[in-house]
């Protein structure tokens, strides 16, 4: 029995994560080695990424899809020495080689990869799912977001203890356990199962509040509406959430209670898949005989188009990690986006897992790695972004003392109007000594406080002659003491 049980997991171990996805089985399961050069080639009337990497003895020569166009580009803009950057790539699910060819004495190995190919830069480093999120809108947002501090708030506290309560809602009403609609002795309605866990997780979240200078009585009010519209979707929903028999599945019994053990509910799971460089936490998942399930629960204000392309990927990036981390005797996972901030019920979205949305995923993962490893930030996304981006000052400052590109807001937007769209946002933000014009940020000296805590040896002060405008932005006069220091510090950020 043993024997048997260690030959089933060297099998799951051995098998291609993408070929349970893909109907045609893989040639070659992985390949990994330097990246030596990138660009594109035109093929078939098209110019597609092309890209050589040394496996050792051997070359490989990649014939890649549409998806990495990006990456290829980025990796052509870090100039002819790329060889010499040590950039690893590792690439799954390959069709046999097309030919082989010979060059300077070693064999070089073509291959053209077909729509379920996946090739990972730099796969040793793993980011996180939020990041891919965070990036969502510019790519550069993930290097700012390590820069810049991000304080508790009460919101933050509020959705924690909704989704912690939302969380015990599901353990308590699972399975075959009825559910009521209101509580009549029999049993305890949903809403006052809410209730009674957001009060316990609130007396419990004293030195939280206390950080975020948050009033209970103010918190319990801001999560009324939303502990309400999870009653009564939940109580809609209950039927269909908990659909499947404990034992629906023929087989062994020993098969049939291992996969009982398994059913059941798990808030914060952590997953992490060093196969494609991501980790992340699933806020509520659980399985079924035979079936998995992830729901992702945002209690944000729920304003504009839903679902949030942001929100989307993030689901997107956790379907990336069940599909290496899935059981082949498992069906695809189901996904719920659900948002507690629609007035009333929360409103829920189903989201598929495709391999469109895989290979997405995976692009901007890369674009995020290449930043990461290079400490070099994508080139700014253009005014129309630029303009609007709620990190568009602080962009501006980080640019001006790391020498970056700077962004490129619309020339014709006045200077009171990029004022009042960091306003808000920056109201989020600890203030530092030299605030001014409602700016948190001003200064260099309250830039670089926040981030690292220490005084600098040539402090900006908060006076006029210290800045310039550039398209409406208040730019800081960078001092090469300055400059020096933050860009040892940027440095040793990216040793990790």
């Given at each position: 029995m043993i024997t048997n049980r260690v030959d089933q997991q060297e099998a799951i171990e051995q098998e291609c994560f993408l070929c349970i996805l893909d109907p045609q089985p893989c040639s070659v399961k992985k390949l990994e080695g330097y990246i030596i050069d990138a660009r594109e080639v035109r093929s078939e009337g098209e110019m597609v990424p092309f890209i050589t990497i040394n496996v050792g003895t051997e070359l490989a020569a990649l014939t890649l899809t549409r998806y990495y166009r990006s990456l290829i580009q980025a990796l052509v803009d870090l100039g002819p020495d790329l060889h010499k950057r040590k950039l690893k790539l590792r690439v799954y699910h390959l069709p046999p080689a097309i030919r082989t060819t010979e060059n300077k004495g070693r064999l070089v190995h073509h291959y053209r990869a077909n729509a379920y190919t996946?090739?990972?830069?730099?796969?040793?480093?793993v980011l996180n799912i939020t990041d891919l999120s965070h990036a969502e809108y510019c790519?550069?947002?993930?290097?700012l977001h390590r820069l810049v501090s991000s304080p508790p708030s009460a919101a933050a506290i509020r959705g924690n203890l909704v989704h912690h309560s939302f969380k015990e809602l599901l353990k308590e009403h699972g399975g075959s356990r009825p559910v009521?609609?209101?509580?009549?002795?029999e049993g305890e309605s949903s809403l006052s199962t809410l209730q009674r866990h957001f009060k316990q997780?609130?007396?419990?979240?004293?030195?939280?509040l206390a950080l975020a200078n948050a009033s209970p009585d103010e918190l319990r009010i801001d999560a009324v509406p939303h502990l309400e519209s999870l009653a009564t979707w939940f109580q809609k929903q209950h039927a269909t959430l908990w659909d499947m028999p404990a034992a629906t599945m023929h087989g062994q019994d020993t098969e049939v209670d291992e996969q009982k053990n398994e059913n059941g509910v798990r808030a914060e799971t952590f997953l992490l898949a060093p196969e494609i460089g991501l980790r992340g936490r699933l806020d509520l998942f659980w399985k079924q005989t035979g079936r998995q399930r992830l729901l992702e629960l945002k209690t944000g204000g729920a304003k504009g188009d839903l679902p949030n392309a942001a929100h989307r990927w993030q689901v997107q990036g956790y379907h990336a990690l069940l599909a290496v981390r899935r059981d082949s005797k498992m069906k695809k996972a189901l996904a719920t986006l659900l948002y507690s901030g629609t007035p009333g019920e929360a409103q829920s979205f189903g989201i598929l897992p495709t391999v469109k949305q895989l290979q997405r995923v995976n692009e901007n993962r890369n674009i995020l790695v290449l930043s990461h490893v290079t400490g070099i930030p994508p080139a700014p996304p253009?005014?129309?972004?630029?303009?609007?981006?709620?990190?568009?000052?602080q962009c501006a400052q980080v640019s001006a003392l790391l020498d970056w590109r700077p962004p490129e807001p619309d020339s014709h937007v006045s200077s009171g109007e990029v004022d009042a769209n960091f306003r808000g946002h920056n109201a989020l933000r600890p203030t530092a000594q030299g605030t001014r014009k409602g700016h948190p940020y001003h200064t260099t000296d309250g830039l670089l406080r926040s981030m690292v805590g220490v005084p600098l040896a040539g402090t900006l002060g908060g006076g006029d002659d210290t800045d310039h405008q550039s398209n409406g932005l208040h730019l800081p006069i960078v001092q090469p003491q300055d400059r020096?220091?933050?860009?040892?510090?940027?440095?040793l950020l990216h040793l990790e």
């Open positions: 996946l090739a990972i830069l730099e796969p040793d480093t790519s550069r947002q993930y290097l009521s609609d209101h509580a009549d002795g997780a609130l007396e419990r979240s004293s030195i939280d253009g005014p129309s972004r630029c303009t609007k981006c709620a990190m568009l000052e020096l220091f933050f860009t040892k510090y940027y440095k």
